[in-house]
């Protein structure tokens, strides 16, 4: 297909689905020319619970990338590995047919993507092809920021120091953008618009996320070009556009952390640690996104949905397949909580203020184990990513790092008073209610008798007796025994 002197290059795309700041890409392009591959893995993605939004999003993101690329010349082929251990295979024969000198990927970070990715790479050496990595998803290199004594950090304030230090010795570069290549008389697949097993979601939750790079880059420039500026003070109220919404678009890598980063750096004079208070904050929740990363690299039992703290595998957690069903359909008669169930059921994402009341009420108040959480925000979120959701469920449910103590139990009535503070964000999902006043609407079940609403149920536990189940339950465990890393 390709003359013998051409050294016939491929990128490997996964969760890297744009042409700016690739790294993998601009190395592959720099090397001569360049053919890039997606890997439909259906049956892997079932094991790990990706969501049908996710994956419509994928395909969505992989026409106008696609796109993008032809205008580069640079054809995108689909293949099927079902299951990451036909990976190898899969690979091995389209470097064959297009005589691929090296493939090119950017890191990722799970368990099985590093053994997916170590398999490929053998399995390619040993007929002659290499296999070049790139550190692209994150700003730092797992294992590069460890404590003086060489572990992983487990508390992220420490954590975020070395990172600071070491962003003031050296600001990660946005990498160079392919220029067109000459055109190689191979054409692009069709990108399928669905994939087996994963039903289309509805056309509004699509809406909600237009695919490709203008649409991310849009969304980052309005955020920081305002938005930021109130982060801090606005990101907990969940009825306000508070927070950037770029979560799925830095999931699928439709945006880089690089780009995210300079973005913010931009309109605070450089600045990530001092100046304006909300880039600060913001940049502080992208290094949290880092440490989540760093942290299931460190210790990968999180990775195969351990704790991180061995001795809260003993707690006694219910079984309690109604109330888990209540929880995860929005009808616990805690409207803060089936508020928010609904937003995420609807629209693949929820904020992050309420991602943490739901996982505390789940995890406390009805004592059911964090892992039925992880996997339901799994199989339903846009975002979904194994690190930050099981980060996100570990600190809710004080089995993890540097997490939520265990007797600093959110009250869920406090929480929705607090932060939605005028029954807004509860109106919008549960219309039933919006003819309550605002002190009302957070708790429906006290107007009792005859005012109750006829369409909402009645709380499905009791919230202070629930919460001393949960302070009994944590007590009885065992001392903490310290966290081991690696060597498991
Ligand atoms: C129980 C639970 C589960 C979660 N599951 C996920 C998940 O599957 N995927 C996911 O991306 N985030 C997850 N988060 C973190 C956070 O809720 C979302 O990243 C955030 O709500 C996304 O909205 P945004 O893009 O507007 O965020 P912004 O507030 O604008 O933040 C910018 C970016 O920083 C990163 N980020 C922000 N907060 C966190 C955090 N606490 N941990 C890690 N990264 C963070 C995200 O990439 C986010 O897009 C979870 C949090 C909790 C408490």
New binding site residues.
């Given amino acids: 297909m390709n003359d013998a002197n051409v050294h016939m290059q491929l990128i490997w795309l996964r969760s890297d689905l744009r042409l700016l700041d690739n790294t993998a890409l601009s190395a592959a392009a720099a090397r001569g020319p360049t053919v890039a591959v997606f890997l439909l893995s259906p049956q892997q993605w079932r094991e790990h619970d990706d969501a049908p939004c996710k994956v419509d999003f994928w395909l969505r993101n992989l026409e106008v990338l696609s796109r993008a690329l032809g205008q580069l010349n640079i054809p995108l082929l689909i293949r099927n590995a079902p299951h990451w251990d036909d990976a190898p295979a899969v690979l091995l024969e389209l470097c064959r047919q297009l005589q691929v000198d090296t493939v090119h990927l950017n890191e990722e970070y799970g368990i099985h993507e590093t053994r997916r990715d170590a398999a490929v790479a053998r399995t390619l050496k040993a007929e002659g092809i290499e296999v070049r990595r790139y550190l692209d998803q994150l700003l730092f290199k797992p294992g590069s920021v460890l404590t003086k004594t060489g572990t992983y950090f487990q508390v992220f304030s420490q954590f975020r120091k070395v990172c600071y230090e070491r962003l003031h010795h050296s600001l990660p570069g946005l990498v160079r953008t392919p220029a067109p290549q000459a055109p190689l008389n191979i054409a692009s697949d069709a990108i399928a618009t669905q994939v087996e097993g994963f039903e289309v979601p509805p056309q509004s939750l699509r809406d909600l996320w237009p695919a490709g790079e203008e649409e991310a880059r849009r969304r980052l420039d309005s955020f920081t070009d305002v938005q930021i500026d109130y982060y801090q003070s606005e ?1 907990d109220f969940p009825a306000k556009p508070g ?5 799925a678009y ?2 699928a890598g439709v945006i880089s952390p690089r780009q995210c980063l300079h973005a913010a750096l931009q309109c605070n004079q450089g600045e990530f640690e001092s100046g304006k208070i909300g880039a600060v904050t ?1 940049i502080n ?2 290094l ?2 880092e440490f ?1 990363k760093h942290i299931l690299v460190g210790y990968p039992r999180v990775s195969r949905h351990r704790a991180f703290r061995p001795e809260t595998e003993a707690l006694a957690w219910r079984n309690a397949p109604e109330e888990l069903a209540a929880w995860q359909q929005g009808r616990t008669g805690l409207p803060i909580i089936d508020a928010a169930m609904r937003q995420l059921l609807e629209t693949g994402w929820m ?2 203020r309420l ?2 009341v739901v ?1 505390m009420f789940l995890t406390k108040n009805l004592l059911i184990d964090w892992r039925e959480g992880e996997r339901f ?1 799994m199989r339903h ?1 846009i ?3 194994l690190a ?2 099981n ?3 570990q ?2 449910s004080s089995t993890g790092t540097d997490s939520a103590p265990y007797f600093r139990i959110f009250n869920p009535l406090s929480q929705s008073v607090k932060f939605d503070a005028d029954g807004l964000f509860i109106k919008h999902w549960l219309p039933q209610l919006s003819g309550l006043d605002k002190k009302a609407v957070h708790d429906p079940a006290h107007l009792g008798g005859l005012f109750g609403v006829a369409d909402y149920p009645a709380p499905i536990v009791d919230l202070n007796t629930s919460r001393a189940r949960a302070l009994a339950a944590f007590k009885n465990l065992p001392p903490r025994q310290t966290a081991g890393s690696h060597h498991e």
């Fill in positions: 990101r927070t950037s919404q770029l979560s830095l999931a913001w929740e992208l949290w996104r989540y904020h992050n991602r943490m996982a925000f979120l975002d979904g990513d930050a959701n980060g996100g469920w600190w809710s």
